[in-house]
């Protein structure tokens, strides 16, 4: 294994994940374990991150220089690389010229670090202070117009540094960098697979969880999916995963969640259905912040009461889906700065009378894909682990105006053709997210000689990496069309009218309420 010691810089997962692409297994630890836990992991290499620190602030995290006499190969990491160069008596000063963004390194391609990389190669820089004056023993092997040492290296003892960030895609040869520190220097296999992942979870769960139970909240998307795939593969029955089903699923969708989880995998599964409750409840509302408070309100409650069910003998763990990108922009969403532009539910806090052992988010340091490549190991179906992003409230933010059972239906089939007829051009993974839309509105059509009043859909489908703003997808016009002949024709009398959203983000949002 390879460990990246963490010293406070914001891509330490992302050092992991780059290090797990070349088959490596990777894990992120504080900086404040001991050298003697460190040894006892036997690492084949260990990176120092970045940090938002100077090296001479009193309280900023050092490492005790023995760290270097271990004949391990370490990598340091902007911060990492800072601290490298002070602990081993080199010089670290407040650069006269801070580096930030993209710039063009002089590397030495002799250097193992730099093998197959370009003379000069575009890199992410981030800095303040730079190495002034590299340790004894130790070469320059990098350098910019105004950073004489952007990377240093002491073969003999297995050290190297860059001030840069070869983590980040910025920096173009980055990758190649990483690979060639983790595969030729400190020489792994690089045999690592996510049967790997799998197993060493499913043992850590077993000896954390022991006999006890663990409830699950199921939402049917692809991270509480998975995580009930792999605590079930850990503790089977021990293991309830709690699925509340509100009625605004996709079609089917409710039935496909029931179906893989109570055949393919042991554990046991709670549907409850409340569509009813839910119809009831929003019955005349029509504003979207009204409808997202009553889905989400509901959701909570319906869900707790159940857990408190299953709480009455003996405490059980709570276990979440959560993911690498959720705690960094939970961390971004604490300074209560940013305006509300629309309440996502799930985000809710847990009841003061609900009690637990503890939680339990197996997947807490996966990114996305990573995820959907543990899903696939554990045997859960495609369509779930390829699944879109779905929104917490479901349809209910897809239906302009009252939610009826009526009009979900109308959704949901009309969806359904969208989605049906994606899969069939295999254009479904060119796009971040498509679905359709509900806008309640009725317009004149003729069909045969008659003329007809029925309602419109409309369809959106964006591209983006983030969500946080979105383009509208260039999909080809015919496919547009023949979604729109199916949509008309499979739904004749309900839906006489297809028009596509063309508005990207901002000014628009990806869903329309
Ligand atoms: P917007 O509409 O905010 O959507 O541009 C960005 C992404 O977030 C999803 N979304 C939600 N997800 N609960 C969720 O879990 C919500 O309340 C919610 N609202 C929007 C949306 O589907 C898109 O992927």
């Not at 909240?217 to 850990?234: E, M």
């Not at 990114?367 to 929104?391: A, C, N, S, Y």
Request: net charge negative; hydrophobic share 35%.
């Amino acid at each position: 294994m390879v460990i990246v010691l963490d010293f406070g810089g914001q891509y330490n997962q992302l050092i992991a994940r780059r290090v797990r692409e070349c088959n490596v297994y990777c894990e992120v630890l504080p900086y404040t374990k001991s050298i003697e836990e460190i040894k006892a992991l036997n690492p084949k290499g260990i990176l120092f991150t970045g940090g938002p620190n100077s090296v001479y602030d009193e309280t900023s995290p050092h490492y005790e220089k023995a760290i270097f006499d271990l004949g391990i190969p370490i990598l340091g990491i902007c911060y990492g690389s800072q601290l490298m160069a002070w602990t081993l008596g080199g010089e670290v000063a407040t650069a006269p010229v801070s580096e930030y963004g993209h710039t063009d390194v002089e590397v030495d391609t002799n250097s193992v670090l730099f093998k197959g990389i370009e003379a000069t190669t575009g890199c992410w820089m981030s800095h303040t202070d730079y190495i002034k004056q590299v340790p004894e023993g130790f070469k320059i092997i990098g350098h910019t117009p105004v950073c004489p040492v952007a990377a240093m290296e002491n073969p003999a003892r297995k050290l190297y540094a860059t001030q840069f960030h070869p983590e980040v895609l910025h920096t173009k040869e980055g990758k190649k960098m990483l690979s060639n520190f983790v595969m030729d220097i400190c020489e792994c296999a690089g045999d690592w697979q996510m049967e790997s992942f799998v197993e060493n979870t499913v043992k850590e769960l077993r000896g954390q969880i022991g006999e006890k139970h663990v409830i699950l909240g199921l939402s049917g998307g692809v991270d509480s999916s998975v995580a009930a795939a792999l605590l079930s593969r850990a503790i089977g029955k021990q293991l309830t995963c709690v699925f509340v089903d509100h009625g605004l699923m996709r079609k089917n969708e409710g039935d496909e969640i029931e179906e893989t989880f109570t055949g393919k995998f042991d554990m046991n599964f709670v549907r409850i259905d409340c569509k009813e409750s839910y119809l009831e409840k929003l019955k005349g509302v029509i504003d979207p912040e009204e409808k997202r408070k009553i889905i989400g309100t509901e959701f909570y409650r319906v869900f707790w009461d159940e857990i408190k069910k299953h709480q009455t003998d003996c405490l059980s763990y709570f276990a979440q889906g959560t993911i690498y990108p959720d705690r960094i922009e939970s961390g971004k969403g604490k300074n209560g700065k940013s305006d509300t532009i629309k309440t996502h539910h799930n985000m809710v806090d847990q009841p003061t009378d609900v009690q637990f052992l503890g939680t339990i988010e197996p997947l807490k340091d996966l990114f996305k894909d990573e995820v959907r490549k543990v899903g696939e190991t554990l045997g859960l179906p495609h369509e779930l682990v390829w699944r879109q992003p779905f929104p917490g409230p479901g349809l209910g933010v897809r239906i302009i105006g009252e939610i009826t059972a009526p009009r979900i239906a109308v959704l949901q089939e009309a969806d359904w053709i969208l989605r049906d007829e994606m899969a069939k051009n295999g254009y479904e993974k060119e796009l971040a997210q498509f679905f359709c839309v509900l806008p309640g509105v009725n317009t004149v059509g003729v069909m045969g000689d008659h003329r007809t009043y029925a309602d419109l859909i409309a369809i959106r489908a964006v591209t983006t990496d983030d969500f946080m703003t979105a383009d509208w997808a260039k999909i080809p016009y015919e496919i547009l069309g023949k979604v729109s002949g199916r949509i008309t024709n499979e739904m004749k009398g309900i839906v006489n009218r297809v028009v596509y959203d063309i508005t990207s983000k901002p000014p628009g949002t990806v869903e329309w309420e």
